[in-house]
Every structure is written in C-alpha cells, then in structure tokens.
C-alpha cells in the first residue's frame, strides 16, 4: 500500500467510524485500577524460559496487564541507514518488515494470551535514521531526531494490522499507547529551541503530530473503544525550565502547547499559536477538537507520577512538575484545556510507569528497601482514592544491573533502574510483599480503646471471587494475633475494615501463606 493510498484509506475508515459514533469518549473512572507492570528486560529481551517464569511470578502477583515498549527502531530495517529500503518494502506491510524483528513481540502476546494477561504496547520512538532529520545535534540524538510522523504513521498501521487479531493467528492487542515520555529529549528531540529571540516549544508539536498519526492508523486497523484502549501522554512528572533542544520540558507546560492553550487555558492565537502549528484563523480554531480527534477522544491520558526522592504523599513546590501527590494539576489543566475548544471531558488517567530507586543497591539513591514498600503501598491507597485514576504501575520487576563500563565507585555505574521488588540477582525486597497484599493505614495514632482504619488489596484475588484475608497485630512482644477477617468480591480485591488495637504495635494482612509488610501503629 502507498503511503497516498494509506492515507486515503485512514480517512475514509475514520469518516466511517464519525459516521457510526464509535468514537465517543469514554466515561469517567470509579474506584477500580487495573495493575500494570512493566520489565522488557525480562518480558521481552530474555529467553523463552526465563519470560515463562517471569510471567509465572506476575500472575500470582495479581498483575492483570504488561505494558511492552515497542520501538520502532527495533523493528524497522535497515535502522542505522540515512536511505530507505527500497524494492519491496512497503512501511505500511508488517510482512515487509524482518519477520525475525516481530518475534519478541509475537512471543510476548502469545504467552500473555496463555497467562490470562492482557498487553499495553507503547509504540515509541526511537526510529531508524531514515524517517530523521539531519544535523542533529549529537549522534545519540540522532534517532529521536525531527522523526517523520507519516513514517511513524505507516509503522503504527503495520504493528496494528499485525496484533488485530486477523493477521494469521497472532492474538489482538487491544490496548495501545503513543509515545514514551514525549517531555524526555532521551525519546524525542528537539525539546525547545530559541528561533529569532522567541522560545519555540517544538517537542508538543512534534508529538501532536504523532499522536494523530498513530491515531489514525490504529483505528483503521480496528483498534477502536469500547473494545480498544487508545493512550496519550505518558508524560514523565518533571523537567526543566531553561531552553534546550536537549533540555527536557516539565509537563504542564508540555501539555498546554500540545492542547494549544495559553497559560490561563485561552485557545492560542497569533505568532503564538504560530510557532506550536496551531490554528491560526477562526475557521480553523472551530474544528480544531474535530482535527485532532486523538487529543479528545483518547481512551485515557497516561502518566509517570514518579518522585523518586520523596514519599508519593509530598507535594512538589514546583507548580509545573506532576508527581503523584499532585496529579490534580494534570486532571484540572486537561479539562480546562479541553473546555478551551468548547469539550466537556474528565477524560480519565493512566498511571502506567511507577516506582522508586533503593539503596541499597544504589548508595546514590536515598530511599531504603523498607521504605520503597510502604511508599508503594501508599501511592496504590492515593490512587485508589482517586476516582479519575484508572490503573497502578509497577517498573521493574528486578532491578537492572549496573553500568559495566564504568567503576563500581563512579555514579554512571549505578545510573539505570534500581525500582525492582527483587535485587537484581533474584532476592525479594520488601516491596514484593507489599506488591502482592497492600496495606495502608491512613491515620496510625488512635487513643486507648480506640480504632484504626486498615485499607488493603488482595492483589491476585480471583477475578471477583470471595476472597478471605486476617487483619493481625504484634506487640512489642509476642506473635502476631488476629483482630479481625475481611472477604472481598470486588475484581482488584480491595477492602477496608476498622480495628481496635490492643496497643502500639504492628498491623499486617495474612491470606494464606502469603503476609503483607507490616505498618506501625500507635496508641496515645
């Protein structure tokens, strides 16, 4: 298929869809939250054996969804090349892609679908040299570079043709994300340039465009709701301020340029609206939602509530940054963004990558193993509270290893991912307890007599099954004793109970063989 044929072929599926009115936004969250991990390393990249065993260990976790990274660097032929395949490569095809290039993503879906999981792929850059710009600014930005969003869009038709679920017998996918950390120049660049004086932000632009693209492909490949989950935004939480094709943006700000808004969420006008390709006259301004139906009518906006040095409960002081505690900026300004372009939506949000660094191993990183639990389990509590919160993320099951190239005593050498529930060489953290059984006690000082509330999660709970966990307490002394059962039939396995400690103490879930972390109580 030609790319003038292509998209023909969008339009015409898109005019369809309008037509049929299956592009209505999706309604609201209540408190439920589908949990999503992520470890390409150990779902994508290892040996069959060893992802069987992974996938083996998330199952009885209770996770319910893998959110796989597919780059499309890693896919695309000839990616280290300026020039195209010519001949018979058509971008569009998944079968003129190297077939040996699918199979980890094959393979991930195949074994998913035999686990019970369900599979978020993140379609992503980087992308092969030939759908970039020259000159870039460095060689390790030159694969995020300007990257062509109607190659990008032929690629995301291929990879939706090929997980639909009609293409031979590979199982569909139905639950996609454009674009990992679109804020971040380590995944698109140029950030922020300085053009004649005026600061353009050129990365919102940039991922509009993709965001379109994508868009457009997979819902012509029949990715559509309710049966399709379409993601947008996958923001990380912080940034910086100064101008650089390299600096990374913060998120509020990223998220204003993309939805063309001003800072009081005016529909941008002028050299403004300009210099981020916004509309610039009214006629335009008045099908700017229908233009861009991705933006209004995504299944969710994801993000990345990471802080990586601070407890999920702490506000960040900077009014631009988007940790957990303050995912309220992102809700408020996305509705204010849309109501800007005359729509009406709380359109829901996805936290799809989570966690927190430890040391050790790291001894740069602040956050001790026990910590790192009760900080998990206190971001799953938030954003249960959360009504708008629709899904929790776990990144990383094991921690990465070390950079090999640098000494042991450098900072590069820890510079990867510490945020595993198990060190990297298998042994758990506190955090894979807590992962499995949450536990928060939102206020832990109670007076003599007096009564705690326990939140929890029965994480693996069977698919709403009644579900039986023991709430116990420990003194100082002694072993611990039951206060009180709690059942669950709700699909996540989440319940509250309230309990009169017979004293300062710990509390713990017990379900089966399987015990919580253990949070601290405390009689006044």
């Known amino acids: 298929m030609s790319s003038l044929q292509l998209r023909r072929a969008l339009l015409g599926a898109l005019a369809a869809l309008c037509t049929l009115g299956v592009l209505a936004p999706a309604a609201s969250a209540d408190h ?14 290892a040996s069959p054996a060893k992802i069987q065993r992974t996938l083996v260990t998330l199952k009885n976790l209770g996770v319910q969804e893998l959110r796989i990274t597919m780059k499309w660097s890693a896919i695309a032929p000839s990616p280290f090349s300026r020039t195209q395949p010519g001949g018979y490569f058509f971008p569009a095809n998944p079968s003129s892609y190297p077939q040996g290039n699918w199979k980890p993503y094959d393979r991930i879906v195949e074994l998913a679908a035999k686990y019970g999981l369900h599979v978020l792929f993140t379609v992503t850059g980087p992308g092969p040299l030939w759908a970039t ?101 996958e923001l990380a939480p912080e940034g910086d301020s100064t101008v650089g094709n390299y600096t990374p943006m913060t998120p509020m700000p990223f998220m204003r340029d993309l939805y063309c808004v001003s800072g009081s969420y005016q529909p941008l006008t002028g050299t403004a609206a300009k210099a981020l390709g916004c509309p610039t006259t009214a006629a335009a301004q008045g099908t700017f939602a229908q233009d861009n139906p991705a933006l209004f009518q995504a299944t969710g906006f994801a993000h990345h509530p990471y802080y990586f040095y ?105 510079d990867t991912f510490q945020t595993g529930l198990l060190f990297v060489h298998g042994k758990p953290k506190p955090a894979l307890a807590a992962y499995r059984l949450p536990i928060w006690i939102p206020g832990s000082r109670f007076g003599p007599g007096g009564t705690v509330s326990v939140w929890g999660q029965i994480r693996p709970a069977d698919g709403g099954a009644a579900t039986t966990a023991e709430v116990q307490w420990r003194g100082a002394t002694g072993g611990f004793r039951t206060l009180t059962k709690v059942t669950t039939a709700n699909v996540e396995g989440y319940f509250s109970a309230h309990v009169r400690p017979p004293g300062t103490g710990t509390i713990r879930l017990l379900w089966g063989s399987y015990a919580s972390r253990s949070a601290t109580v405390t009689q006044t």
């Open 310 to 414: 601070k407890a999920p409960s702490y506000s960040s002081p900077n009014p631009n940054w988007v940790p957990i505690a303050n995912i309220g900026r992102l809700e408020r300004g996305l509705d204010s963004a849309m109501a800007a372009w005359g729509v009406n939506r709380h359109i829901p949000i996805y936290y799809t990558e989570y966690g927190y660094q430890t040391k050790p191993p790291d001894p740069y990183q602040v956050v001790t193993p026990a910590q790192q639990a009760a900080y998990l389990n206190e971001a799953d509590y938030m954003a249960y509270r959360n009504p708008r919160v629709v899904s929790v993320s776990q990144f990383e099951l094991y921690d990465s290893p070390p950079n090999p190239l640098y000494k042991r005593s450098q900072f590069d050498y820890w």
């Open 32 to 45: 439920t939250q589908t949990s999503i991990f992520q470890d390409d390393q150990y779902l994508l990249y």
């Open 133 to 233: 710009a020259n000159h870039p600014p460095s060689a390790v930005a030159a694969n995020h570079w300007y990257l062509n969003p109607t190659a990008f869009q032929e690629f995301v038709y291929a990879a939706g043709l090929r997980y639909s679920g009609r293409y031979f017998n590979i199982p569909a996918v139905t639950a996609w994300s454009v674009w990992n950390e679109p804020d971040q120049p380590g995944w698109l660049a140029p950030q922020t340039l300085r053009v004649k004086g005026q600061v353009v932000a050129v990365a919102p632009q940039l991922y509009r465009d993709y965001v379109d693209a994508a868009w457009s492909a997979l819902v012509a490949t029949g990715h559509i709701e309710p049966s399709n989950t379409i993601l947008i935004g």
